[in-house]
């Protein structure tokens, strides 16, 4: 890999659109319980088909490379790997990825490869999950298991996508599996995670591989309502709720004191942690990390009541206005001026500037990938066939610029991902809310149709790339 060319792509995810839930070995995951559950019912529809990117990848990914996109960032599913989390490699699994990854090659697109993308295999989930510590053990064997076979040829790894997010759905919203709503529990969670994304880490430097490893983190920039010290603090604690201890982790290698002090003041069980960890923490941090920026945190300090949170997962059916009230931490402010969409989310691309700044601030020159940027629309194509998702484009543009103009004062970003590749499966939100670069036509073979945003980020690819050769 070319270390000093600018990466641009896309990026998917297993569960959400690879289909094949039950194919060539592969063994249940714990989102495949969740959606054959009465428990899924917000949007009671399951990935088992989803836009079958297991048996269309070649498609895939030559569209891709026709949209002159030079890398493609995927995540490996555990359960296809390693059936039951546990135990013997399934070869077919290995098959598989190891297609994806030679066709990648082939079309010159540089593969970026995520070790656990919410999708932990039931078996672990029925012992505990994420809360019982020999998952940690379980995943360090089996990242070791994907480096052994794909290390070779994928010079970008991540251990983990969205921590924060993740743990934060799975264990105090409690809209995904395993739908807990206790904070003790999502720290455990959250703490044993990122301890197995240092042991994955360790473990690839310590085979020296060729490429570099990191993490992605769901990363937002805080603003708060005003600027008084009352709202500072406020602005504190969301960077600590959201951002600092994911960042400080992965990036130093601890947890700051602030973070501990404020949990222990809250009541947070943390008897979990163990002596060693510490050197466990300090040996994982990772060669780079990688953004996923979709909007800001904007908050004002607690006003009283019980902790609340509040998801918006059915769009424009939601009767409900999605923030949070986290006790004596903060609470969602809301911004009248500023654009969102249906899904409540805020239309503001200077965020990804702002977060890449302030990440340069806190932690120096550590490389950076905004590993996912997108938008969710309804979206359907016009008389032509053509999805006309002019608000897409407006949204990515503007994301763009503001990243551009980060990169340029300095701030060390080496690549860029659409979120999504194409439709797919949106979690708990279902196949309504789009994603894409290309459509999915789930009603008619999945075909592909490439949207008007796919053409234009096709066409600001070569742009960047004919004025850089220039200079």
């Known amino acids: 890999m070319d270390k000093d060319r600018f990466l641009w792509g896309s990026a998917t995810a297993a569960y959400q659109c690879e289909g094949a839930w039950s194919e060539d070995g592969k063994g249940m995951g714990e989102w495949d319980t969740f959606c054959h559950s009465e ?22 990914i030559r569209m891709m490379a026709e949209g002159n996109q030079n890398t493609y960032r995927f995540s490996i599913a555990w359960s296809r790997i390693i059936p039951d989390g546990t135990g013997a490699v399934n070869q077919k699994g290995i098959d598989h990825y190891n297609k994806v990854i030679d066709t990648c090659l082939n079309y010159n697109i540089v593969p970026n490869a995520t070790l656990f993308h919410y999708d932990l295999p039931d078996a672990l989930a029925k012992k505990g999950g994420w809360e019982n510590r020999g998952t940690v053990d379980a995943y ?15 010079p970008l790894w991540t251990t983990v996508n969205e921590p924060s997010y993740y743990t934060h759905c799975a264990y105090a919203a409690g809209n995904y599996p395993p739908n807990i709503q206790n904070f003790s529990r999502r720290s455990r969670a959250a703490y044993y995670l990122l301890l197995a994304s240092a042991r994955a880490v360790a473990a690839y430097h310590e085979k020296k591989y060729a490429g570099q490893i990191g993490l992605v983190h769901d990363a937002y920039p805080i603003e708060t309502e005003e600027n008084d010290e009352a709202n500072r603090k406020a602005g504190y604690n969301a960077e600590l709720f959201f951002n600092k201890w994911v960042t400080d982790c992965c990036l130093k290698g601890f947890f700051s004191d602030d973070l501990i002090e404020k949990l222990i003041e809250c009541d947070i069980d943390l008897s979990f942690r163990e002596k060693g960890d510490d050197l466990i923490f300090h040996k994982g941090t990772v060669d780079f990390l990688g953004l996923n920026i979709y909007d800001r945190q904007y908050v004002k300090p607690y006003q009283g009541g019980k902790t609340e949170i509040r998801m918006n997962n059915r769009g424009k059916d939601n009767k409900v206005r999605a923030g949070m009230r986290i006790r004596n931490w903060f609470e969602t402010a809301y911004d009248e001026n500023v654009q969102k969409n249906e899904w409540g989310m805020e239309i503001y691309p200077k965020c990804i500037y702002n977060e890449l700044t302030e990440i340069k601030r806190q932690y120096g020159d550590i490389p950076l990938y905004i590993t996912e940027n997108g938008v969710g629309l309804y979206e359907s194509p016009d008389r032509t066939g053509t999805v006309q998702d002019d608000a897409r484009i407006a949204y990515l543009s503007g994301c763009i610029d503001y990243m551009l103009k980060a990169k340029e004062e300095g701030v060390n970003v080496r690549g860029y991902y659409v979120w999504s590749s194409l439709d797919l499966y949106s979690w708990i939100n279902g196949y309504e809310k789009r994603y894409g670069l290309v459509y999915v036509d789930y009603d008619n073979g999945n075909g592909r149709v490439p949207k008007k945003s796919y053409y234009w980020y096709r066409d600001l690819i070569e742009k960047y790339s004919n004025h850089n050769e220039e200079e």
Do not use: I, L, M, Q
């Open 39 to 60: 428990k899924n019912n917000v949007n009671p529809v399951t990935g088992d088909v989803s836009c079958d990117h297991y048996h269309r990848y070649e498609e895939d």
């Open 140 to 154: 360090a064997a089996y990242a070791k298991a994907c480096f052994e076979a794909f290390g070779d040829r994928v």
